[in-house]
Antibody, heavy 118, light 107 residues
Framework: EVQLVESGGGLIQPGGSLRLSCAAS????????MTWVRQAPGKGLEWVSV???????YYADSVKGRFTISRDNSKNTLYLQMNSLRAEDTAVYYC????????????WGQGTLVTVSS | DIQMTQSPSSLSASVGDRVTITCRAS??????LNWYQQKPGKVPKLLIY???SLQSGVPSRFSGSGSGTDLTLTISSLQPEDFATYYC?????????FGQGTKVEIK
C-alpha cells in the first residue's frame, strides 16, 4: 500500500528556514515523479515543485531560488528545503506521488502545516 | 504559464441533479487535464486523469470530456457525498497549474 507521511511543519519567523520531509512506503521514491503542492488557509491548491524519476527538478516561480526539492533514496524520503520564508508561504504542504510514472499526482500525504509569522 | 479558469466558482445543487463544471485553459492543453475532489479538512482525491479516464474506485457518475482549451467534469446524479470543492489541473506543461476551484454546495 502506498503511504506518504509528511513532517517538519511548524511556526517559523519570516526569513527563516524549514525542511519538510515526506516518508514513503509501499513504493520507491526514486522510481516515481514526486510533487509538493500547497494550500494556503481557505485557498486553492498551488503546485510548488516536482522531482522526476531521472532527477530533474522544477519549481513554481513563487518559490524558485528559495525552495529546493530533493530525495534520499536510502531513506525512501522526499524533502523540501524552504529558505527565506515569507508570510505568503503559510500553507498546508502536501507531498504526492504520480499515478504511474509521469502521470498526475494520485497518492497524497495528509499534509503538514507551515505558518510563517513573527 | 498556462492559466486555468474554472466556471462556475461555486454552485448550489440538489441531490440527483446533473452538475457540469468547466475548465478553460489559456492555451490548448490537448487532453492533459486532471480533476480532483477535496472535502473540507481532507486531502485532494484524484477523480479523472487525461481528460476522461476514471481513476480506480471513483463512481461512474463522474465523467470528463473535452480537449483543447475547454474541458468539463460532469456528475450525472449528484449524491450527498459529492458536496465538495473540485479542482482541475493541466499536466500539458510545467508548471502544472490548478484552476481556482469550484465549490459544490447543497441547495
Amino acid at each position: 500500500e502506498v503511504q506518504l507521511v509528511e513532517s517538519g511543519g511548524g511556526l517559523i519567523q519570516p526569513g527563516g528556514s524549514l525542511r519538510l520531509s515526506c516518508a514513503a512506503s509501499g513504493f520507491t521514491v526514486s522510481n516515481n515523479y514526486m510533487t509538493w503542492v500547497r494550500q494556503a488557509p481557505g485557498k486553492g491548491l498551488e503546485w510548488v515543485s516536482v522531482i522526476y524519476s531521472g532527477g530533474s527538478t522544477y519549481y513554481a516561480d513563487s518559490v524558485k531560488g528559495r525552495f529546493t526539492i530533493s530525495r534520499d533514496n536510502s531513506k525512501n524520503t522526499l524533502y523540501l528545503q524552504m529558505n527565506s520564508l515569507r508570510a505568503e508561504d503559510t500553507a498546508v504542504y502536501y507531498c504526492a506521488r504520480d499515478l504511474a510514472v509521469a502521470g498526475p499526482p494520485a497518492y497524497w500525504g495528509q499534509g503538514t502545516l507551515v505558518t510563517v509569522s513573527s | 504559464d498556462i492559466q486555468m479558469t474554472q466556471s462556475p466558482s461555486s454552485l448550489s445543487a440538489s441531490v440527483g441533479d446533473r452538475v457540469t463544471i468547466t475548465c478553460r485553459a489559456s492555451q490548448s492543453i490537448s487532453r492533459y487535464l486532471n480533476w480532483y475532489q477535496q472535502k473540507p479538512g481532507k486531502v485532494p482525491k484524484l477523480l479523472i486523469y487525461a481528460a476522461s479516464s476514471l481513476q480506480s474506485g471513483v463512481p461512474s457518475r463522474f465523467s470528463g470530456s473535452g480537449s483543447g482549451t475547454d474541458l468539463t467534469l460532469t456528475i450525472s446524479s449528484l449524491q450527498p457525498e459529492d458536496f465538495a470543492t473540485y479542482y482541475c489541473q493541466q499536466s500539458y506543461s510545467t508548471p502544472p497549474t490548478f484552476g481556482q476551484g469550484t465549490k459544490v454546495e447543497i441547495k
